[in-house]
């Protein structure tokens, strides 16, 4: 994987980074900044906070440029574009994604995730040319039939109104680019972990975290007594459930690949789909005996019931962006394991 294939500055705009300061987002807007790109972010710190500008500053020495806005409010949406007119590209993080809260809210979730991708979308086809990437999930995939998941295995009816958004989410982006001149890649992503190595940013759950590794870090510090594994009955070689998990820094790095793919013009489809996972499945004792050896700490757990909704097994086929976009994930668990753990002890520190 390389950068080099980057236009000379000149010839460049700006990049939106919606839900810039995110996890995920954030991430990004280093990794766009390691490679040469100017980025202006928006978010409505709804789930993030300001420090996380102070964070990316001390990775890249600058403070990008950000916008606090709520993208459900249309007009300062329209008023945005109006003032930013030299966009290249736009990379649409901003969404919720607590799946439970999803159940219980749904409305927000199709409010919050849809909403904004229309009102982003309305502006982005008045465009002579617009590129768009969208942060979708492995979740449209269900429980698939066969592993490890290629891009073209069937799209289910998801199970959470979360997993709807990302379904009804990638249709909208289809459907536009089909009559506009926006041209999109829809990033299909596994489990991304990790924080980036100098641990000035990384995941910030709120409240009880929903995901296994900050559970696990978070346990590993002494915030929660202990990790609950749901469910040890799976059909998989160890009995608990499976999953692809990608070091954050990796699948950053798959946005700024597929951005210059459609910046130089490369794409082939109008609206082009990649898995972004590592190819490898590691159930949850896998993960929870990585942690014990990267941090040197004994993980308390037990063994609980499923929890409803859960799949037993996803991991990536990831030949596509391998070849097409010429990027694979570079980092191990341990190495993903080991930056979450030096994050954790970090923001507790
Ligand atoms: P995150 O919550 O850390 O980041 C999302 C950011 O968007 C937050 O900073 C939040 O404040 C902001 N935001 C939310 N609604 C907004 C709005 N209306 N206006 C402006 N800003 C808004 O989440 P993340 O983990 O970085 O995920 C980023 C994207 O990737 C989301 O679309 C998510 O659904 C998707 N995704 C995440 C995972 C995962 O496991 N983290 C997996 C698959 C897909």
Redesign the pocket.
């Known amino acids: 994987m390389n950068y080099t294939e980057v236009p000379p500055l000149g010839d460049r705009g700006l990049i939106l980074v919606?839900?810039?300061?995110?996890?995920?987002?954030?991430h990004t807007v280093v990794e766009l900044h390691n490679a040469g790109f100017e980025v202006v972010i928006?978010?409505?710190?709804?789930?993030?906070s300001i420090d996380?500008l102070k964070g990316i500053e001390k990775i890249i020495g600058v403070q990008p440029a950000f916008v606090q806005?709520?993208?459900?409010d249309k007009k300062s949406v329209q008023d945005f574009f109006k003032t930013h007119t030299d966009i290249q590209g736009v990379i649409?993080?901003?969404?919720?994604?607590a799946v439970g809260e999803s159940v219980e809210n749904p409305l927000l979730y199709y409010e919050?995730?849809i909403n904004?991708l229309v009102y982003l979308l309305q502006e982005l086809q008045l465009k002579e040319k617009a590129n768009f990437i969208f942060?979708?999930?492995?979740?449209v995939y269900g429980q698939a039939e066969v592993m490890p998941i290629t891009e073209d295995a069937p799209v289910q009816q998801p199970i959470s109104p979360?997993g709807n958004t990302?379904k009804i989410g990638e249709e909208i982006v289809k459907d536009v680019a089909k009559i506009s001149s926006i041209n999109a890649i829809l990033l299909r992503?596994?489990?991304?972990i990790g924080a980036h190595p100098s641990a000035e940013i990384g995941?910030?759950p709120l409240g009880v975290p929903q995901?296994l590794v900050p559970f696990i870090t978070q346990t590993g510090v002494g915030l929660r007594k202990e990790l609950s594994v749901f469910g040890n009955d799976y059909p998989t070689p160890d009995g608990t459930a499976v999953r692809d998990y990608i070091h954050v820094v990796d699948l950053a790095k798959a946005h700024v690949v597929a951005l210059q793919r459609l910046i130089s013009g490369k794409n082939t489809e109008k609206v082009e789909v990649f898995n972004v996972g590592t190819g490898k499945g590691s159930s949850v004792l896998e993960v929870i005996t990585a942690f014990e050896t990267v941090s040197d700490e004994k993980l308390p757990y037990k063994i609980v019931e499923r929890r409803e909704g859960d799949i037993t097994i996803a991991y990536a086929n990831t030949d596509k962006a391998n070849s097409v976009l010429g990027w694979s994930a570079q980092s191990t668990l341990e190495e993903a394991l080991a930056s979450a753990w030096k994050w954790e002890r970090k923001i507790r520190g």
């Open positions: 919606t839900g810039g300061l995110g996890f995920i987002g954030s928006i978010d409505n710190l709804s789930n993030s996380v806005l709520d993208l459900r649409h993080f901003a969404a919720s994604k919050n995730n904004t942060s979708s999930s492995c979740t979360y990302k992503y596994f489990n991304p995941e910030l995901n």
